[in-house]
């Protein structure tokens, strides 16, 4: 066992340290600004990922969001949309992240974008700007990475293995619950469910593309009988009991496009001129852990939007994991609120923490106020619906 988990994080590690995982947020940022409640006051801090959630938090005009990840791809990715913002029109922009590809990407990027980026994702860039162009087998942006590379396989199966194309269009235009329930599960399912699909969504180097790494994994069977059966379910949920009319994070997946009216609030034109008018200053990239964030960085930090990356630390990352809190603990502001994800349906690694406080050693789900029917409340509406538990928590005695 202790063998499989090394080659396991090996080849996890392998693919992250190599490739851009995300190239679209998978956290509903509608749940988390009610969570959140940010105000012009509040400093944020939150993992980038792809970058667009940071870009819907900075419309509600918080005083700063500094985007960490210790990925430099996903830095880049999210300062080639900043300085998109700030240097294209509303049409060129959409073409690029709405659209997905620009036929005139290579022309925009050498005489608008390209000065406009930090020499580190210039360099990235430079090299990677074929993802815009349309071209070759794969011809969105949102069917590159790792994430897209999973993404293109599926709808390589849905368009000739089970030929569900067309039910899968019915499905994202369904005016009523009741008719996308009925087109779902009676002529979707069993179709696209076959056993080897099943098999083959059960595997760990599925989970590794998608940018699930083994302590995730192992959150998630704590709760299912397996990794298919939790992907099974969330996919019932998403595609059965919850409206798609305005779900863009399943759409962009299965279409490899927005619409103008399914897609992320940055998309919106008003909402492209507000970040243009100045907003998109108030957001900074940084490369680097969390901790490491933290302890270089001294301004106080009110809000803070872990994703799920606490379950990477779960098994084998305790230290880390330690090393965080005490960051967060000597950080946070008095009236500061934390927000995670968990692949698993409840927890048990976070409360157990220690950390040093005021002289004293303390627990850390003893400085924690759990906003918990809040979270349970708004994890039921869920767009996207791929993890097991959603948590809200004030750290009392910060």
Known sequence: MPLFRAVNRKLFNSVHANNLIYNTCWEDPRLDRQALQLTSK???????????????????????????DVNPRQNALLELKLAGIRTLNFDDFFQFFGKGHHPECRGLYHRRLRDALP??????????????????????????????FCAHLIN???????????????????????????LYFDEVHQTFWKRWVA????QNGTMYLLGVPQPQIDQIKRHYQSLSVFIKECLDAVFGYLPLADNYFWRVYLTGRYTRSCC??????????????????????????????????????????????MDWL????????QEEWQAIVDHATPDSRIIWR?????????????????GSRWRVGDLLSYRMELAAELHKRDRVHTYGSFYIADLKAA
Request: a neutral charge; one cysteine or more.
């Open 314 to 321: 779960s098994t084998f990352g305790h230290q880390l994991l």
């Open 156 to 182: 390589l199966y849905i368009n000739h293995v089970a030929q569900l194309r067309s039910r899968i269009d019915a499905l994202l235009a369904s005016k009523t619950l009741s008719s996308q329930q009925d």
């Open 42 to 68: 509040d400093r944020l801090l939150m993992i980038t990922s792809a970058g667009c959630n940071a870009l819907d938090y900075a419309l509600t005009g918080p005083a700063h969001i500094h985007a960490v």
């Open 199 to 202: 098999w083959l969504a059960g």
């Open 342 to 358: 968990s692949g698993g349906i409840n927890i048990c690694y976070v409360d157990p923490v220690e950390v040093r406080l005021k």
């Open 264 to 309: 992320p609030e940055y998309l919106v034109p008003e909402n492209f001129n507000r970040l243009k008018s100045g907003l998109v200053d108030r957001i900074s990239t940084h490369t680097c852990s969390v901790t490491e964030f933290l302890n270089q960085n001294p301004e106080p930090i009110s809000r803070f939007v872990l994703l799920d990356h």
């Open 119 to 148: 020499l580190k994702a210039r360099s990235y860039w430079d090299c990677h700007l074929d993802y815009f162009d349309g071209q070759g087998i794969r011809k969105s942006f949102y069917f590159m990475g790792t994430a897209g």
